[in-house]
């Protein structure tokens, strides 16, 4: 569980305000034991579930937007074009089912690559993801 004081200097990391609202949003996404898969209307259907908090969707995506730009949450697209953010930062790959909309850890020692293009003139591959979509059998 971590303390206010991380949450905090995580908001300030990010060049965020720690208002009520976004240290409730870091709380949500931080304090878990286990990676949290989500999408902006997932989280935000979750933290105003209950009635007592409000918290407008504009200011839940502009604060994964920059939990995003400051590395504290990966962003992972999905074959449908979806946008789905991950707690687990380090390089991992997923299996994305579509019907349950729910993604999947996959270790990234698992899926092993035989060949990898090369990148364009000028770029270096900086982190390579793989998203696995299922279907039913």
């Known amino acids: 569980m971590q303390q206010k004081k991380e949450i905090i200097n995580k908001l300030r990391s990010s060049n965020l305000r720690p208002t ?38 504009a200011t839940i995506y502009n604060t994964v937007e920059a939990f995003k730009r400051a590395g504290h949450i990966r962003e992972i697209l999905t074959n449908n074009c979806k946008s789905y953010y991950d707690t687990n930062i380090k390089s991992h790959h997923h299996f994305y089912d579509p019907d349950s909309k729910k993604l999947t850890d996959i270790d990234y020692q698992e899926v092993i690559m035989k060949k990898i293009p090369n990148p364009p003139k000028g770029k270096k591959i900086k982190d390579l993801e793989v998203v696995i979509s299922l279907q039913k059998k």
């Not at 878990?32 to 999408?39: D, W, Y």
Request: hydrophobic letters at 35%; glycine letters at 2%; a positive charge.
């Open 20 to 57: 009520k609202q976004r240290i409730l949003i870091a709380k949500k996404l931080f304090d878990r034991k286990e990676t949290f898969h989500f999408t902006a209307e997932t989280l935000n259907k979750e933290i105003n579930r209950k009635g007592q908090n409000k918290i407008s969707l």
